[in-house]
């Protein structure tokens, strides 16, 4: 695997484990393997631009390396894969969802007790790259009998034996409390947001130092090789057609943010930072709010896309797409603006 791709792969380990193992039971012991048998071939996607093709090769830029499936996907698919009315071709077995979870829980084992084994090293790496410390989820024993902050007792949460199963969405207040190893997003001071440091020159190499020393240990792309090793071929490629289109989606969603905010970054500049209209009532604009698109005009309760209603530079951006990729873009802009799906009829 080359460097790149490992230090991709590096970047999703703590999300993963948080995202899909959370709330297993990590009480098993075991002697063998996590996976025995013949080695299993690597059907996970490549770079992006390995797969598409024409418009649709936007390379590493625009989505990077994909030698890690991102937590988030990974867990929505398989979630979608073990419901009833999955298709019969794709829909995990009840042993394959049994497995899983075993493969689960065995790995979040094996990275616990490699953190803890190196965790002296490891906080003095987070520190030195300006990162926040994941949170650890051991046992009393494990911290050294230390308590909480200060000496306080830890806090209580849902014991182990009693956590959610993997197949089930992950709660608002669980996500926020997953260890990232990436850095915070910037802020956006066109929205009120403050602007975030840019890391120095040593926090930039202390954090190459951590994802190399992370490298030593268990890895996202070990496990999702261990997974894979439990699919047939179908499910295989389903999980990879579909990895694919979730992040095609979450980039052109990230574009037309960008888009979004230049615009209310000249109307910022122009004294039109109130929300006032484009001119006298713009098209695509909704009156009140700030810079708004008329979600009602450019997604129509008949199913249609009009990209007349949208500003003149996301329409550009879309028009190279065919109707269900502009669809799919323009959903997860509506979903991040917080703007509800309109019903038809409605």
């Known amino acids: 695997m080359s460097t790149a791709r490992t230090v991709r792969a590096l970047i999703g380990t703590f999300t993963l484990v ?46 990077g390396a994909m030698a890690a499936i991102p937590a988030q996907d990974l867990r929505k698919i ?102 990232r190893l990436r850095m915070p997003e910037r802020a956006n001071p066109a929205e009120g947001g403050q602007e975030r440091p840019r890391p120095t020159a040593q926090q930039q190499a202390a954090q190459q130092r951590l994802r190399a020393f992370m490298s030593k240990g268990p890895t996202t792309g070990d496990l999702q090789r261990r997974i894979y090793a439990e699919l047939s071929a179908e499910q295989q490629k389903h999980i990879d057609d579909e990895v694919v289109r979730m992040a095609d989606e979450r980039a052109d969603e990230r574009e037309m ?34 810079g708004k698109i008329d979600w009602d005009a450019v997604l129509p309760a008949d199913g249609s896309v009009n990209l007349e209603s949208l500003p003149e530079r996301a329409r550009a951006r879309l028009e190279s797409m065919d109707e269900a990729q502009q669809k799919r873009a323009l959903e997860a802009m509506r979903k991040r603006s917080g703007e509800p799906r309109r019903r038809r009829g409605d």
């Open 18 to 63: 948080a995202g899909l193992a959370a709330g297993l039971a990590v009480g098993q012991e075991s002697d063998r393997p996590l996976l025995s048998g013949p080695e299993v071939e690597d059907t996970r996607p490549g770079l992006v631009e390995d797969t598409f093709g024409g418009e649709m090769a936007r390379g590493k830029a625009r989505l």
């Open 78 to 179: 398989l979630q979608d894969m073990n419901k009833a009315d999955a298709d019969g071709a794709i829909r995990l077995s009840q042993e394959q969802n049994d497995r899983v979870r075993e493969l689960m829980v065995e790995y979040q084992e094996e990275r616990r007790v490699w953190m803890l084994a190196n965790r002296d090293e490891l906080s003095e790496l987070y520190k030195a790259a300006g990162m926040p410390e994941p949170r650890h989820r051991g046992g009393r024993e494990d911290r050294g009998g230390r308590g909480g902050r200060g000496g306080e007792e830890p806090r209580r949460g849902k014991p182990e034996s009693e956590g959610r199963n993997m197949m089930e969405p992950v709660e608002a207040t669980d996500a926020r409390r997953m260890p």
């Open 257 to 290: 943010a960008k888009i979004q905010r230049r615009q209310n970054d000249r109307r910022a500049k122009n004294g039109r930072a109130g929300g006032a209209e484009e001119g006298a009532g713009g098209p695509g604009r909704a009156g009140g709010g700030r």
